[in-house]
C-alpha cells in the first residue's frame, strides 16, 4: 500500500533562482515567480507547507506590458482619510517602482495568509542587473516570454 508523503518546512531543501524580467510582460513573470514561491515546480508540493524556493528578479525596470495597459491600467490605493484615493497610471508606476509592480502582482497570487507572508518574504526584487545575493549561487531560471 502506498502512503501519500507530507512535506515538512524543516526538511524543505531551498534553492536561491535568480530571473531576467528583461522584455517580459509582467505577468508572465509575476505568475512563473509565485509558482516557484509556492514550491509548484517541486514534487513535494503540500499546499499547507511552505516548500517554495527564493526567487531573485533582475532587470525590473525592463519589464514590458503588453497591448495598451501602460497608459490604461491604474493602481489604486487608499490613505484612510476621506478623500485620500490616490490613483497612479501603470506608465508612472513603472518608471518610478517597476520593483513594486511587480511584487503586487506576485503577492496577488500567493496565499492570503500567514504562509503566503512567508512566502512573499522569499522574493527579492531589483531594478538593476545587480544584487547582493551571490553568496547565495542562484541558479539562472530562464522564463519564456512574448519575445523570447
Known amino acids: 500500500m502506498k502512503t501519500t508523503v507530507m512535506a515538512k518546512s524543516e526538511t524543505v ?3 536561491w533562482y535568480v530571473v531576467d524580467a528583461t522584455d517580459i510582460p509582467l505577468g508572465r513573470v509575476a ?10 515546480n517541486k514534487t513535494i508540493y503540500t499546499p499547507h507547507v511552505d516548500t517554495g524556493d ?5 532587470n525590473t525596470d ?20 476621506p478623500g485620500g484615493l490616490k490613483d497612479v497610471v501603470y506608465k508612472d508606476l513603472m518608471e518610478k517602482k ?6 503586487k502582482a506576485v503577492k ?8 503566503g507572508k ?3 518574504m522569499k522574493l527579492k526584487t531589483y531594478k538593476g542587473s545587480e544584487h547582493p545575493h ?15
Open 118 to 120: 512567508k512566502m512573499f
Open 62 to 81: 525592463k519589464m514590458v506590458l503588453t497591448g495598451n495597459k501602460l497608459n490604461q491600467k491604474h493602481y489604486y490605493h487608499h490613505s484612510g482619510f
Open 13 to 15: 531543501e531551498r534553492k
Open 31 to 40: 505568475s512563473q515567480v509565485a509558482a516557484i514561491l509556492r514550491g509548484k
Open 108 to 115: 496577488g497570487m500567493l496565499p492570503k495568509n500567514s504562509l
Open 98 to 103: 517597476s520593483d513594486f509592480a511587480l511584487e
Open 54 to 58: 527564493y526567487v531573485i528578479v533582475i
Open 134 to 148: 551571490s553568496a547565495q549561487q542562484p541558479i539562472e531560471l530562464k522564463i519564456k516570454g512574448v519575445r523570447n
